[in-house]
């Protein structure tokens, strides 16, 4: 049954990829199109285009972009419920371990650690980010002439109103978003 | 019960929101959500919506569904975890579903594009903002180790791109190592009468 074989297909995707993203697309393209060949390459492609374009998490995408393509809303449903199952086992089970053992001294210590640890993985995805936000073209790195003066003033803009108001972030995104869409439109005046 | 089922509500309203504005990676909905979660409604502390990310990060699956899982169960327990869990999910779900009906006409499109990169533009903002305020929260104390493990961990995880999980379970070694040093060294002091 083709549900089942989604929900199998993803259900190995979410138990096997750690580390999130980009970590994934491999695991998720041996499944999908070297396996199964639900998708061509050049589709499987336009899934990472797409994820990049709209939100959500790429593995999430993959799933529904895959199920919707094979079998419809229900193959989408059924490949996303896959692709989160494996997370709702372990991570559950993490968090009961947490809650029970977060007060012992060593598990305190090891947190101590950890939480600077991912500020700092945090801020090294901020960076790469904020580059490709401000490089017209992410393949030929750096050079004046290769930055995106307009991404470079929203950043501004927004970083600023963040720090004085606390405005919610998803203001800040639908405003860049707006000005964006303003830009292209006397751009084509 | 009632009151159970308003914050299950409030946590659905919540989780559906930072996932539909998720640009970009699994990061991004961290400064979402703790902005959300640690300032807005203060469920979560500053402290233990770090601890979440790193189990989040360290275990198996998508990084925002994980995160968004692990704060309802903080929240509203194992229910808490589900609702968090199918409004992480829904948004995705709804819109490329959508998008894989019409998928050439949407990625062929200047305007998209234009709105996508303008929003780059963003998300950037939002997490080095959260990204300063995180920091500035960890190193707080003068702790001259806190500072030199977050910049340690950013320089192997920028320039070096070692794995993240890589990162985050040798932090967690060292941190054992250093709590079983010092319980020797504690436990050392009262051999002495």
Redesign the interface.
């Known amino acids: 049954m083709i549900y089942l074989e989604l929900f199998w297909s993803f259900f190995q995707v979410g138990l096997f990829s750690f580390g999130g993203g980009y970590a994934a697309l491999p695991l998720i393209k041996a499944r999908i199109v070297d396996m199964h060949g639900w998708l061509t390459l050049a589709e499987f492609t336009d899934v990472v285009t797409i994820s990049q374009m709209t939100p959500g998490p790429i593995g999430i995408n993959a799933a529904t972009f895959v199920g919707a393509r094979i079998a419809g809303i229900s193959g989408s449903i059924a490949a996303t419920a896959g692709c989160v199952a494996p997370s709702f086992i372990v991570v559950l089970t993490l968090a009961y371990l947490y809650n029970k053992y977060n007060k012992l001294e060593i598990i305190q210590i090891v947190l101590k650690w950890l939480r600077p640890a991912i500020v700092g993985l945090i801020a090294a995805a901020g960076l790469a980010i904020m580059l490709q936000a401000f490089l017209k073209d992410t393949a030929t790195l750096y050079g004046l002439w290769n930055i995106d003066i307009f991404s470079v003033v929203l950043f501004a803009a927004g970083f600023l109103v963040l720090a004085k108001w606390k405005t919610s972030p998803v203001y800040i995104m639908l405003g860049s978003g707006l000005a964006g869409l303003i830009a292209y439109l006397i751009q084509l005046v | 019960m009632a009151k159970d089922s308003k914050i299950l509500v409030k946590l659905f309203k919540a989780t559906f ?1 930072l ?10 909905i ?3 959500m703790r ?2 979660f640690v ?1 807005d409604n203060r469920w979560i502390g500053e ?1 233990e919506m ?2 979440i ?14 995160t968004g ?2 704060a309802g ?2 929240i509203a327990g ?1 229910a808490g ?2 609702v968090a ?1 199918l409004a992480t ?1 829904l ?3 709804i ?3 959508a ?3 019409f ?1 050439a006409a ?2 062929g499109n ?22 300063i305020k ?2 500035r929260s ?2 707080k104390g003068k702790d001259f180790k ?2 030199a ?7 192997l ?2 320039f070096l791109s070692i ?3 890589a ?2 379970l040798s ?2 070694v ?3 190592v ?3 040093i ?2 020797k060294k504690a436990g050392g002091r009262n051999d002495i009468p």
Do not use: H, W
């Open positions: 929101t996932s539909a504005f998720t640009f970009g990676g699994g990061y991004v961290v400064p979402l902005k959300r300032e402290d770090l601890d990310v790193a189990i989040a990060q360290s275990a198996p699956g998508v990084i925002a569904v994980n899982l692990l169960y903080r194992v975890a589900f869990t999910v948004p995705p779900l819109i490329i579903s998008i894989a009906m998928y949407f990625i200047a305007a998209v594009s234009a709105v996508m990169k303008a929003m780059q533009a963003g998300v950037a903002a939002v997490i080095i903002d959260a990204v995180m920091g960890t190193v806190d500072a493990i977050m910049a340690g961990c950013f320089a995880s920028y794995n993240v999980v990162i985050i932090c967690a060292l941190g054992a250093n709590a079983l010092r319980a």
